[in-house]
């Protein structure tokens, strides 16, 4: 079976400050960059970040825009939030389990 991979192209109002979070905090690997994009690599995935003008308001909240990740194993998800809490990266929320015991658990 072929697994799903995904690209999800998002604004950013700073490049620099972007690479650092995404490349040095979570440890994605860097690919193409210009002016004004930079692509990224995350666990076979291709996240695009491109400068905008005018960033997204500010929401409140994770709703409506968020994205997550899907683990295939507890190990992997583990490691990336402990990478993120060791290079100092801020949390809207700490990593935790969401309806334990459920379908639809997640973390």
């Known amino acids: 079976m072929r697994k799903a991979i995904f690209h999800l192209a ?7 400050a972007t690479k650092r979070f995404y490349v ?11 002016s004004s994009a930079v692509t990224l690599k995350l666990k076979g995935h291709q996240l695009v970040a491109r400068l905008a003008k005018q960033g997204p308001e ?8 968020h994205f ?13 939030a402990d990478r993120a809490k ?10 935790r389990r969401r309806f334990v015991g459920t379908r639809i658990e997640h973390a």
């Open 10 to 16: 998002f604004p950013v109002n700073d490049l620099e």
């Open 68 to 80: 997550g990740l899907v683990f295939t194993s507890e190990e992997d998800w583990q490691a990336l």
């Open 58 to 65: 500010p929401q409140k909240g994770i709703y409506p825009r």
């Open 24 to 34: 040095d905090g979570l440890g994605c690997t860097l690919g193409r960059e210009s």
């Open 86 to 95: 060791a290079k100092g990266l801020k949390f809207y929320q700490h990593p």
